[in-house]
């Protein structure tokens, strides 16, 4: 999912061609700033602003509507459970769902709109983020295509095997989660047999040398700076407007 940035990128693949621990470190500063604020305004904001960032991410549509509907999903789900069963009625699940897909969006354009091996890179030599983790990232990272296809495989094999829900829902849930579980343990395995061999080629027994040396330029910088600034912006417009609400005021 990971979009090939060309020797020639031209804008659209501006935010592609940033440092990987600048646009983590980006999505974790409006993450962690979106926190104290449960209003719709300030989480719309923030959210707005990496919108317009989308196009120059250089992912494709497919990689976009992939990735958006299970946010799409989980930002309505939270929204109505809230409007259900919340003391704030429309505004509060609105705010709620708001305020989870500004969160969780910047950090999902970071991840696949970076390289792995450079995000690893970056984390280790930029983020000073231990081996250990910064190698398991990477390693998760790979895998996501690989599940991908096991997924497929999975299906395939079913299909071929007679097991279809047809036009039957419930059967189709029940299928649905009996393939999750056959992904799940194909993926601990595959972790396994992995974490063997890294522990067998020596990663994390010490200190390490970097074949590739991760650059940070001042576009990285303004990346930073653009998201303080954009929070401000956030915070500022809400209490203007009068909608500011904090979570421990």
Same mark, same amino acid.
């Given at each position: 999912?990971?979009? $090939?940035?060309?020797? @020639?990128?031209?804008?659209?693949?501006?935010?592609?061609?940033?440092?990987?621990?600048?646009?983590?470190?980006?999505?974790?500063?409006?993450?962690?700033?979106?926190?104290?604020?449960?209003?719709?305004?300030?989480?719309?904001?923030?959210?707005?602003?990496?919108?317009?960032?989308?196009?120059?991410?250089?992912?494709?549509?497919?990689?976009?509507?992939?990735?958006?509907?299970?946010?799409?999903?989980?930002?309505?789900?939270?929204?109505?459970?809230?409007?259900?069963?919340?003391?704030?009625?429309?505004?509060?699940?609105?705010?709620?769902?708001?305020?989870?897909?500004?969160?969780?969006?910047?950090?999902?354009?970071?991840?696949?709109?970076? $390289?792995?091996?450079?995000?690893? $890179?970056?984390?280790?030599?930029?983020?000073?983020?231990?081996?250990?983790?910064?190698?398991?990232?990477?390693?998760?990272?790979?895998?996501?295509?690989?599940?991908? $296809?096991?997924?497929?495989?999975? /299906?395939?094999?079913?299909?071929? @095997?007679?097991?279809?829900?047809?036009?039957?829902?419930?059967?189709?849930?029940?299928?649905?989660?009996?393939?999750?579980?056959?992904?799940?343990?194909?993926?601990?395995?595959?972790? /396994?047999?992995?974490?063997?061999?890294?522990?067998?080629?020596?990663?994390?027994?010490?200190?390490? /040398?970097?074949?590739?040396?991760?650059?940070?330029?001042?576009?990285?910088?303004?990346?930073?700076?653009?998201?303080?600034?954009?929070?401000?912006?956030?915070?500022?417009?809400?209490? @203007?407007?009068?909608?500011?609400?904090?979570?421990?005021?």
């Amino acid at each position: 999912m990971t979009p $090939d940035v060309p020797r @020639r990128a031209g804008s659209r693949y501006w935010l592609a061609g940033l440092n990987p621990a600048a646009k983590l470190l980006a999505a974790l500063v409006l993450a962690l700033g979106l926190v104290p604020a449960v209003d719709a305004v300030t989480g719309g904001t923030v959210l707005v602003g990496v919108l317009l960032l989308l196009p120059f991410s250089g992912i494709d549509r497919r990689t976009l509507l992939v990735l958006g509907g299970p946010f799409l999903l989980m930002g309505l789900s939270s929204g109505l459970v809230n409007h259900l069963y919340g003391e704030h009625g429309l505004e509060g699940a609105v705010g709620v769902a708001v305020r989870l897909l500004a969160i969780a969006l910047p950090g999902a354009v970071a991840a696949v709109s970076s $390289d792995p091996t450079e995000t690893a $890179d970056g984390l280790v030599q930029r983020l000073k983020v231990p081996e250990r983790p910064a190698m398991g990232v990477l390693a998760a990272l790979r895998l996501v295509p690989m599940l991908a $296809d096991q997924w497929r495989t999975v /299906t395939l094999a079913r299909r071929a @095997r007679g097991l279809e829900a047809g036009r039957h829902p419930l059967r189709a849930v029940s299928l649905f989660f009996s393939r999750l579980f056959a992904l799940l343990v194909r993926a601990v395995r595959t972790g /396994t047999l992995m974490a063997t061999a890294m522990d067998a080629r020596g990663f994390g027994t010490g200190p390490r /040398t970097h074949a590739r040396h991760s650059r940070w330029r001042a576009a990285d910088t303004l990346l930073v700076v653009g998201a303080v600034l954009l929070l401000a912006a956030a915070y500022t417009l809400s209490a @203007r407007l009068g909608t500011l609400v904090l979570l421990f005021g």
